[in-house]
């Protein structure tokens, strides 16, 4: 199974919701949230950390192929999906619904496998 990384800054302003929308994500809107990544055939993980320079949310997406299915996951119109993305862009002050032509990451090193 492949490993795609993400990081995201929290644009300034916006941890109050940031938080809010996750809360959302682990409660009312957490079945939607879990269909949607199964759909795409992917586990996806968020994790916040705290830096001098502000909030910085690390997305972490494993599957098949994790970019694909990124892809996938923020092209459909769906109710869910309009939520998220509108979520996404004012928390993190970019557009997730443009496409990413390749990873945003590269792995540099990994202690199980061969780089």
């Known amino acids: 199974m492949a490993l795609m990384a993400v990081a995201f800054p929290i644009a300034p302003g916006q941890s109050a919701q940031w938080h809010a929308w996750m809360e959302e994500l682990r409660g009312a809107r957490r079945a939607a949230f879990v269909a949607s ?62 496409p990413m032509p390749e990873a945003p990451s590269t792995l540099v090193i990994d202690s199980e496998g061969e780089e």
């Open 37 to 98: 990544r199964r759909e795409a055939g992917v586990r996806e993980r968020t994790f916040l950390q705290p830096t001098p320079m502000g909030e910085l949310v690390i997305v972490t997406i494993e599957g098949d192929d994790p970019l694909a299915s990124f892809a996938k996951m923020v092209s459909k119109d769906d109710e869910f999906t309009r939520w998220f993305i509108e979520h996404a862009n004012a928390a993190h002050g970019m557009d997730l619904s443009q």
